[in-house]
């Protein structure tokens, strides 16, 4: 089975400075999908990113990027020029390509970004 | 504009209540998945379909059961509602497929209190 651990329940970081949250995750699979989502206070849960594991070349999404360590199993979020519209709470989550049954995902713990004016 | 909606925001039940929790998505997506969300445990998936009258046991499915009747409405049952089923029930729906574009769509949460 697939875990995601996200070792930073709580980060703060000053507007408009960059923020890097963590993200591991382990599997004995070649192939899947890791996804960055947002869940603002609104509770509507947002992907912010995603990544396919076959890709070398890190995804970016204007002032989100991602570095993807395939071998290390490490899939961090970087927060560019932080807004204070970015404050959320953030998950990572792991999704498996060929499962036909629902391309289900797998959570990590969250963690909850503040953003200081 | 994609859209999946749940029927309630917040909702209090006393225990041993039969409890229905509705989610509708007007996308006409095949598969939909009810999670539940607890702080410092992220969301685990309780159970989800990929059809009409079709579910899998997610995660976590003790104390749930699920209904999909029609395509586009998935409800979650708690037959007798305990006080630790206290959570943020989240529902989601994404296309059938296997390729990157299929992400799931999520509605905006019920949070449940059992007294």
């Known amino acids: 089975a697939q875990t995601v651990t996200q070792s930073q329940p709580e980060m703060s970081v000053q507007e408009a400075e960059t923020v890097t949250l963590s993200c591991t995750y382990d599997t004995s699979e070649s192939d899947y999908y890791l996804l960055w989502y947002k869940q603002p206070p609104s509770r509507q849960m947002i992907l912010v990113i995603r990544?396919?594991?076959?890709?070398?070349q890190n995804a970016t999404e204007n002032r989100f990027s991602v570095n993807f360590q395939k071998a290390a199993k490490s899939f961090s979020l970087k927060i560019s020029d932080s807004q204070l519209g970015d404050a959320a709470m953030y998950f990572c989550?792991?999704?498996?390509?060929?499962?036909?049954?629902?391309?289900?995902?797998?959570f990590g713990e969250g963690t909850q970004l503040t953003v200081n004016p | 504009d994609v859209k999946v909606t749940q029927s309630s925001r917040y909702l209090v039940k006393r225990t041993g209540e039969k409890v229905f929790l509705e989610c509708v998505q007007d996308?006409?997506?095949?598969?939909m998945f009810w999670y539940r969300q607890d702080p410092g445990l992220g969301l685990r998936l309780i159970y989800f379909?990929?059809?009409?009258?079709?579910?899998e046991k997610g995660d976590i499915p003790e104390g749930y059961s699920v209904s999909r009747e029609k395509k586009e409405r998935f409800s979650l049952i708690l037959e007798s509602a305990s006080t630790n089923q206290t959570s943020m029930y989240l529902c989601a729906s994404s296309p059938l497929g296997i390729g990157s574009s299929y992400e799931q769509y999520f509605g905006p949460g019920t949070r449940l209190t059992v007294t």
């Open positions: 990544q396919e594991a076959y890709k070398q």
């Open positions: 379909s990929y059809d009409v009258k079709m579910k």
């Open positions: 989550a792991y999704r498996r390509p060929l499962e036909t049954s629902g391309s289900r995902l797998t």
């Open positions: 996308m006409d997506h095949e598969n």
